[in-house]
């Protein structure tokens, strides 16, 4: 970079994480010529992928779409082998990134990131071990679902047996062979769970609050010739996913289901829950997520599956979510969980009618009845979107604290930027559609425009990039309004923070699309990072709005 200041500096970017965002920054960042220090808490590379090492962990996009398209070599030479990687397989993939560009000598591990602080005209970013990194940039690529949800459970500390959050998951692995296990949390983590704990243990009681939609995954092995057929059209499919609202290449447009007798639109159901996965079941007709009577249909159905597999009617009914409407929370993809409440050892205890009401030494009571177990495993979900990055105190010009900024709500221009934060750029972050579909497809969006932002202020001569507090709030409404016109704000979930007790309630994903996101991003950065203040010095009093 330019000027003497800069060039003191350790390195032009910091980025806290290694995952899909923190490989794809590194990388990018050095073919640009910047240097790059990426500081990763865990001891491999993966983020997401590298902590829920939890039996039954797997992707709910599938593979071929959830993966790097930036390197069509990469994307030619690797095989997956199956429609939705498993952990394992995604976190090999990560690792094979890392290695084939060289991206490791950019990365320490083990480090975990405790402060980052504006100077005046960079970043100075302190770890838990006592050490500074300072660089122009700080980009925090430290993912949506990466700060578990603190357990708000009574009496958890007295348990005297193993308890852990599932992305704590012991690395050793965990003996279920002759236990009693308690799975407390049925979203997407526990769905995965529940029927591969089963299987090795004595007893398994599955802790429900609230029910979810969940529906067949549809996971099968890849054939091969399938593969090649993908790879033959690799550059044109991933063309197409880029101009889609989910970063997933979009299929053969249904029709709507609105006109269409109970017995055609049943013959369409049955043909999408035989295909399985989100995709397939949330646009079987147009206008699912529309039209209240075909989301009706369509709910009804996924009940009726529930009462046709599982066996004990009490059961199966307590599984069935009847509170909010179809898709209104992330779908669950599963693959046996219904049938593992058929097993003799699996017990599903309905805290709606039997409320938690502590942990003791030895196990926990719920409505009054006391259970004995020797293992709770806490599949209770994260401080989504925003936790990771208010998890470090991260202070901007005058030692204003982001947490502070942040009281009401996070906020943040296009999802990219706050005000009050020059050069401080999320990836990811509250404002952006990432978690609303495929998070890779989103963080190369994501880290593209950043790190061209990057090269234009290099290029210019601009010292700092900074959002306006007016922009931030503009763009925080905008993210609310659109999501207030989706089915989402009717359900309380992760996506509008009131998953996490004390959290602000706020819709933090854009609602609007990938397709509509990106365009916006581009015409911004085509006119100069419209909105954006950009300064050649570095006091705010001279900055000229860019
Ligand atoms: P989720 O989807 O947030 O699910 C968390 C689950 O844990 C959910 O069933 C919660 O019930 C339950 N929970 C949370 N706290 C408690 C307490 N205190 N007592 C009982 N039950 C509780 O997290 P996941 O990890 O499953 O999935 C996150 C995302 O990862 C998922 O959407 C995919 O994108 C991948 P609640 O609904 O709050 O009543």
Redesign the pocket.
Known sequence: MQNDEVSSRDVDVVVVGAGFSGLYLAHRATQMGLSVQVLEAGSGVGGTWFWNTYPGARC?VESIDYSYSFSDELQQGWVWSERYAAQEEILAYLNHVADRFDLRRHIRFDTRVSTAEFDGSGWVVTTEQGDTVSATFCVMASGG?SAP?K???AGLDDFAGQSFH?ARWPKEGVEFAGKRVAI????????QLVPMVAREADQVYV????P?YVVPAGNRPLGEGELDTVKATYPERRQNARRTASGVPAAAKPGPGKDLSDAARREVYERMWAIGGAPAILRGFTDVMTDPGVNVFVADFAREKIAQTVRDPETAESLSQRDFPFGA??LCLETDYFEAYNRPNVELVD?RKKP?ERVTAGGFVAGGEEYAVDVILL????D?ISGAVTEIDVRGRDGVSLKDYWADGPKATLGLQVAGFPNLFLVNGPGSPA?LGNVVAFAEQHVEWITDCIGYLRDNGVGTIETTPESDETWADHVDEVGGQTLYVRA???YTGE?VPGKPRRFLPYAGGLDRYRDRCDEIAAKGYDGFVLSREHDPAEAASG
Request: aromatic residues 6%; positive net charge; glycine residues 12%.
């Open positions: 709910d679902l949800k357990p708000d459970i599932t407390i949390g049925t979203g997407s983590t526990g769905v802790l429900q609050r609230t979810n929370k992330r805290l938690l599949a209770i979900g994260f989504a978690v309380k979930s992760w998953n």
